[in-house]
């Protein structure tokens, strides 16, 4: 498995971490997974991508609302972290098609509401580039307010976007990572369409958010913006068995006896 931008010269993912990610999700085939697939059989869903990263990366995997999925020590500071927002998502195909890839930023629809509307907007129809502008400067600020800057335990710097598309189709996945930032929202072209906010660059739609209809922010950068990407690559099949995969397997491995004893109880 080989990498493009290999992480060995740049500083980025190595090519370890990588290899060791793509061995984690393999293991969430075999009944553990969060997707379901025949015969007891299951694929690594968005919560088994962040325990993978944080395995991988001998980080800690916060599995909360926090702005980071993972936290990772730095070595050279005590008590001070760099983190690492996973996002995956069933859309390989369309990141192809498109050339984009998608982040969904947050869902925090009250959040993202409450400061509109101490900015004093009701409604984002009305002034779409200052709406606009008020919500990336809100996402700005929460990684702000954890920075080590500013008396908190993180290290913007060296913070990223992990991302995982993948395709159900050819089970085949790629991972990207991406900076923190966004594009200046005054030179992007802001409108209400339907339900949404939606900021376009030169090339299209890349920013939208869904303020009337589940809150989602959604930021849509170029696989050229990515900082690293990997090739395209598939999970590594399970070991061949007499029987089937999934989780009575695993609790007849894991407790043998117990189990027996537990299926003669009246």
Avoid at 93 to 115: A, L, M, P, Y
Avoid at 234 to 259: I, N, Q, S, T
Wanted: glycine residues 8%.
């Amino acid at each position: 498995m080989t990498v493009e931008n290999s992480a060995s010269t740049q500083g980025l993912i190595t090519l370890a971490q990588l290899e060791k990610i793509r061995l984690i999700l393999s293991t969430y085939q075999d009944g553990s997974g969060q997707l379901a697939r025949p015969k007891g059989k299951t694929l690594p869903g968005w919560r088994d991508f962040e325990r993978a990263v944080a395995l991988a990366f001998q980080g800690t995997a916060q599995e909360s609302k926090a702005i980071y999925d993972v936290l990772v020590p730095l070595a050279e500071v005590p008590d001070t972290y760099y983190g690492i927002a996973c996002k995956m998502r069933k859309l390989l195909r369309d990141v192809q098609r498109t050339g984009r890839v998608t982040i969904e930023v947050s869902n925090s629809s009250g959040k993202f509401w409450d400061v509109l509307q101490r900015e004093g907007l009701d409604d984002f129809e009305t002034a779409p580039v200052r709406a606009g502008e008020i919500l990336l400067r809100l996402v700005a600020q929460w990684h702000d307010d954890v920075d080590i800057a500013h008396g908190g335990t993180i290290d913007t710097q060296k913070s990223f976007y992990l991302v995982l598309q993948w395709d159900e189709k050819t089970l085949t996945y790629q991972m990207y990572r991406y900076a923190l930032t966004f594009p200046d929202p005054l030179a992007l072209s802001w409108s209400a369409q339907g339900r949404r906010l939606v900021g376009e660059d030169a090339h299209g739609v890349i920013i939208e958010w869904y303020g009337h209809s589940g809150g989602q922010l959604k930021y849509y950068p170029s696989i050229e913006q990515a900082i690293w990407v990997s090739e395209v690559f598939a999970l590594e099949p399970l070991p061949e068995r007499d029987e089937e995969y999934g989780v009575l397997r695993k609790v007849r491995e894991y407790y043998p006896e117990l189990w027996q004893r537990a299926c003669e109880l009246p």
